[in-house]
């Protein structure tokens, strides 16, 4: 299968996916992203899912919704770090110099196909649970 064709696919499973379990999104298929927010027990939870043709992967971003003050950045490094390790799945980043941490992830789509509501889920969910789990600790410690 051609990566666009492939790439297109998976971009199809994702908005399947969403639709079915009536999430609402903005989509931008030509880029292949999509840019949902679900609403968690402590914040509101912003995902940009990138499909991502060149590389095969499914890129995942989530910025945390706070600023990082300067005096606690290495506070948060060091939560971070320890949020990082126990991680199967993803990671967060600070950015000190623009004062915000996000939560990034890589799926790896080359050579797999057959694609599913089930995959498009997991990928969709693991972030949101991440994020919704660490979001309100690292916050607390901003």
Request: some cysteine.
């Amino acid at each position: 299968m051609l990566k666009k064709d492939n790439a297109a696919a998976l971009f199809k499973c994702y908005t399947d996916f969403l639709d079915a379990k009536g999430f609402g999104y903005e989509k931008t298929p030509e880029a292949g992203q999509l840019v949902l927010s679900v609403k968690g027990e402590d914040c509101l939870v912003r995902l940009l899912v990138v499909v991502d043709e060149a590389s095969e992967q499914t890129l995942v971003y989530s910025p945390l919704p706070f600023e990082v003050q300067r005096e606690r950045i290495m506070d948060l490094v060091m939560a971070v770090g320890c949020i990082n390790v126990r991680l199967a799945v993803g990671k967060f980043f600070i950015d000190a110099e623009r004062g915000d941490c996000v939560y990034t992830a890589h799926h790896p789509f080359s050579g797999l196909s057959g694609f599913d509501e089930a995959y498009a889920g997991q990928v969709i969910f693991t972030a949101f649970n991440v994020v919704e789990m660490y979001g309100d600790k690292l916050f607390a410690v901003s």
